[in-house]
Nanobody, 120 residues
């Protein structure tokens, strides 16, 4: 069994910063791409950023320059540093990972989500 657990969400004022973290655990053989997605009320889930196992990154245009994704392959973690937050960044943020398990299966795994609320 594989689990992703996020932490670090909360309430912050506009212009503030937050750092989200996600830890993968369980029967993990290797992790491929990891990423963050978000879903605001009444909207579809959207890409925030992804990072490959070698460190290559991809960001949604609206997050470039404000959000930074990083990962620690030794700890099976991925983080998202967010600065200059605006109320439009309010959403539930989800961690995602492409994981090969020790029993030979590949799966697309999601965390339970962490709420980020930015007040104006």
């Amino acid at each position: 069994q594989v689990q992703l657990v996020e932490s670090g969400g909360g309430l912050v004022q506009a212009g503030g910063s937050l750092r989200l973290s996600c830890a993968a655990s369980g029967s993990i053989f290797v992790i491929g791409d990891m990423g963050w997605y978000r879903q605001a009320p009444g909207k579809q889930r959207e890409l925030v950023a992804t990072i490959g196992s070698g460190g290559s990154t991809n960001y949604a245009d609206s997050m470039k320059g404000r959000f930074t994704i990083s990962r620690d392959n030794a700890k099976n973690t991925v983080s998202l540093q967010m600065i200059s937050l605006t109320p439009e960044d309010t959403a539930v943020y989800y961690c995602n990972a492409d994981i090969f398990s020790t029993w030979g299966r590949r799966g697309d795994y999601w965390g339970q989500g962490t709420q980020v609320t930015v007040s104006s």
